[in-house]
């Protein structure tokens, strides 16, 4: 595994944990800044924001620049958010610690992913996005009992200062190992196939979408992502409420839901080096399932062990053939695949809009799931119709750059 990968990862680790690690920190910041918990929910809501924002402004300001220039500044401004965040004494300077590192979420995941997949041969492509996505499921896992731990022993502050360390050394790992070269569009691989997308033409970055199947990837995307967050947004409740799990089980519960995640994301990247439109098919197929099987059983609480682990399995298991499919079709542009990134948090969005919904129109706790299981049931369509419009001629121009 080459060390430039290693190095993504860790990155891709230190805002995951940025990202969730503030849901365990909230009452004590809350307090800290004497602050309503609404007003405090904006550290969370706020940064969903500027992820969405930050992923096609910053990609798109920095289209001419090397590929690990904008890695490492992006990390430098993850670094410098976290600083803020630790350092912050007042409310106003933490919501713009927050803002700040967010800007750095989407483009990283987005660009990176082109860098990742030029690090290895391109029957490995797939594979080489999950193991930088593994980094970001780990931190899934970790964030909230980490800040949750971190904060009780020695303060929310010491929380923050962590990241940043995470982050610094991240930053020293891309400057060391990812190569200047990795990312850089290379000439076609396919006699006669489409030339890949110049990185410095902001114009043919655009141009990429109008690819109907850069269209259909991105709507299923955020579909997939709106399936299984319009279920575990509200799966504390399910838990409680219908599963009759205590609120301490909550958890270790999202901590097998975080495994489910790390798994289904290697599974994933394996599966699409080998057929991708089939393996996507297959995970929003299981996808759907589970979250209808959830619904019927959620009362149970072994059922709702197991299948909360299968959500995170086939919730995250499209994840890595989603964005290699993405650039494919956009033949490498680094728009698309930032705007991959901006597609999976409108899906979030959309789910836990749709979610609350339910339950506010009195259909209960396990409703969320069957909302999650139509929205998924929906992806299933697009991908199936954009598989079979791609037919044989999916593009492979762009696979080693």
């Known amino acids: 595994m080459p060390s430039g990968l290693i190095a993504l990862a860790l990155g891709g680790f230190g805002i995951g944990l940025t990202e969730f690690l503030i849901a365990g920190l909230l009452p004590q910041v809350a307090t800290s800044f004497a602050v309503s918990e609404a007003a405090a929910g904006w550290l969370i809501s706020g940064y969903a924001l500027s992820v969405a924002i930050g992923a096609i402004v910053l990609t798109a300001a920095t289209t001419r620049l090397p590929r690990k220039q904008i890695l490492v500044g992006l990390v430098a401004l993850f670094v410098i958010g976290n600083l803020l965040n630790a350092v912050a004494t007042t409310y106003q300077v933490m919501l713009l610690g927050r803002i700040v590192a967010a800007l750095c979420h989407g483009s990283f995941f987005g660009i990176g992913s082109l860098v990742a997949r030029s690090l290895v041969a391109p029957e490995k492509k797939s594979r080489a996005v999950a193991v930088m996505f593994a980094g970001l499921t780990v931190a899934n896992v970790l964030g909230v009992p980490f800040g949750a731990f971190v904060g009780e022993r020695w303060g929310w502050r010491a929380a923050f200062w962590a990241v940043t360390a995470i982050g610094v050394l991240a930053l020293a790992g891309i400057v060391a190992f990812v190569p200047g070269w990795a990312g850089r569009v290379q000439p076609s ?200 419009l791609a037919g044989s001629s999916e593009p492979r121009a762009d696979d080693d750059t």
């Open 189 to 388: 691989a396919v006699p006669g196939g489409p030339e890949p997308t110049p990185p410095g033409d902001l114009r043919a970055q655009f141009r990429a979408f109008r690819s109907w199947q850069v269209w259909l990837t991105l709507t299923a995307t955020a579909l997939s992502y709106g399936g299984m967050f319009g279920a575990f947004s509200y799966i504390a409740y399910t838990f409680t409420e219908v599963g009759g799990f205590s609120s301490a089980d909550v958890a270790w519960l999202l901590m097998v839901y975080g495994v489910g995640l790390v798994v289904g994301n290697l599974i994933g990247g394996r599966a699409a080096d080998r057929d991708r439109d089939r393996a996507l098919v297959l995970a929003l197929v299981g996808l759907t399932v589970t979250l209808a099987v959830f619904g019927l059983l959620a009362g149970s609480p072994v059922a709702s062990v197991i299948l909360v682990f299968l959500m995170g399995v086939c919730g995250f298991a499209s994840v890595p053939g989603m964005i290699t499919r993405v650039t494919d079709f956009a033949h490498g542009a680094a728009l698309a695949a930032s705007a991959n990134v901006s597609a999976s948090n409108v899906g979030n969005a959309l789910g836990a809009w749709l979610g609350g919904l339910a339950i506010a129109a009195g259909l209960g706790y396990a409703a969320p799931l069957y909302v999650g299981a139509g929205i998924a049931a929906t992806s299933v369509v697009v991908m199936v119709v954009a598989a079979r």
